[in-house]
Structure formats: structure tokens, C-alpha cells
């Protein structure tokens, strides 16, 4: 765990995994559980493939122990503040320390995240979604103007077909080239931790997918 500065000079921690000085930077955008063991192997994971990665703590040290909880959580969190503080602060971190450009990716709640970072941040050189997306009146996907990779799930009742259909028909008439997969998955498919809905075979084709965009834009 790290502490980094915020843009109003405030403070806030993050789990830190460092592949050296002189590589690009991933932010890791936590679910809705919080930053989780979940989380820290994805940034783990990152790092070992060559990239910084900081994964702010969005809930300040709270984890939620079940869908309850978690529920409560992520709606009480101020989504503009994660925004405009704590992921801007990552981000700048990375920046700061790092040689090169900086990405974020985010899961579920992190997913609508990214797409908010990616609208609203244009320190931002690349953004990865995994099944999330937020409220078009907080970010519109049109907006976006940097490579975009999204990873969907044909069952999912949260983030559902429907709305990613609408993100990527915004993203295409505004004249971007998003790249998105749908997988024969449930949500959350990529979070070993939820044994009844993790799919390995479509966790690790999202993840060499997501390895090879980072390369090419990073």
C-alpha cells in the first residue's frame, strides 16, 4: 500500500505493483467490493506483464463481505469525487513516477469508472472496460476520444446487451472505433473469487486481448 495526493492536495491510498521507473502505468478501478485480493492480483498481474500499477482505494480501507454491503457501498460513493480525486490522483502518480503513458481499467462499478475517467480525464492515453458503464448524464461514451477497449457479457442483467449496444452505437456515431467482445459469460466473469460465475476460458481471452491492446497504445 502506497499514499499518493489527490488534486486537492488531500491524501489517499492505493495497492502499488511495480514492473520499474521507466514503464507505462495501469490504474486498477475496483468492483463494488472494494479493493480485494481480486483487485491486488490484477494489479500483481499487471505489473509482472510490464506495466505500474496503482489501484486507488475508492471505499478508504472498507471491503464489503457480501452483495448487501457492497450494494450499499458503491452507492453511497461520490462518483465524481473517485473521479476528478482519487482516480485523477492515481493517475497523475503514475505519471509522475513512471516513464510514459498511463491506462485505466476497471471491473463492474470500476468498468462505469473507466468510461467516466476516460470522458473526463484527458491525461488518459487508454481505457479498458470490463462490463460497466455509467449513467450517460454523468459520462456520455461519445465523448471518449482515446482508444477504448470493452469486454461484455451476453447474461448479464447488470450491465446488460442493451446498454452496451447503446455505448458503442454513441461511440460509433461520434466517430470512434471502439473495440468490443461480448463473451457467452455471466457478469463478473473475470473475478476468480465468484466461483458461479467465473469463466476461465473467457477471463483469460479478455485478458491476452487486454494485454495486447495495452502494448499497442501504451
Known amino acids: ?13 492505493g495497492y502499488y505493483a511495480e514492473a ?15 479493493l480485494n485480493q481480486q483487485i ?14 496503482l489501484a486507488p482505494d475508492l471505499y478508504h480501507g ?17 462518483f465524481p469525487g473517485a473521479t476528478f480525486q482519487d482516480i485523477r490522483g492515481a493517475v497523475g502518480h503514475l505519471l509522475a513516477s513512471g516513464k510514459g503513458k498511463v491506462a485505466v ?9 473507466t468510461v467516466a475517467s476516460a470522458v473526463h480525464l484527458p491525461e488518459v492515453a487508454a481505457a479498458v472496460c470490463y462490463y460497466g458503464i455509467p449513467p ?19 447474461r448479464d442483467t447488470w450491465c446488460t446487451p442493451d446498454v452496451v449496444a447503446q455505448l458503442e452505437s454513441a461511440m460509433l456515431a461520434a466517430g470512434q472505433k471502439p473495440v468490443l467482445y461480448r463473451y457467452e459469460a455471466e457478469h ?13 476460458q473467457a477471463a483469460e481471452l479478455s485478458w491476452e486481448r487486454t494485454l495486447s491492446f495495452l502494448n499497442q497504445h501504451l
Request: with cysteine.
Open 188 to 200: 463478473a466473469f473475470f473475478n476468480k473469487l465468484r466461483p458461479t460465475v467465473y469463466d476461465p
Open 105 to 113: 481499467m476497471g471491473f463492474c462499478m470500476g468498468g462505469a469508472l
Open 1 to 13: 500500500m502506497i499514499e499518493f495526493k489527490r488534486p486537492d492536495g488531500s491524501a489517499c491510498q
Open 136 to 154: 450517460r448524464d454523468f459520462a456520455d461514451p461519445a465523448a471518449i476520444r482515446i482508444p477504448f477497449l470493452g469486454h461484455f457479457a451476453t
Open 62 to 78: 472498507r471491503v464489503a463481505q457480501d452483495v448487501d454491503e457492497a450494494s450499499h457501498m458503491m452507492n453511497g460513493l461520490d
Open 40 to 53: 491486488r492480483s490484477v494489479a500483481d498481474r499487471l505489473a509482472a506483464a510490464g506495466f505500474n500499477a
Open 20 to 34: 520499474g521507473q521507466d514503464r507505462p502505468g495501469i490504474v486498477v478501478i475496483q468492483e463494488w467490493w472494494g
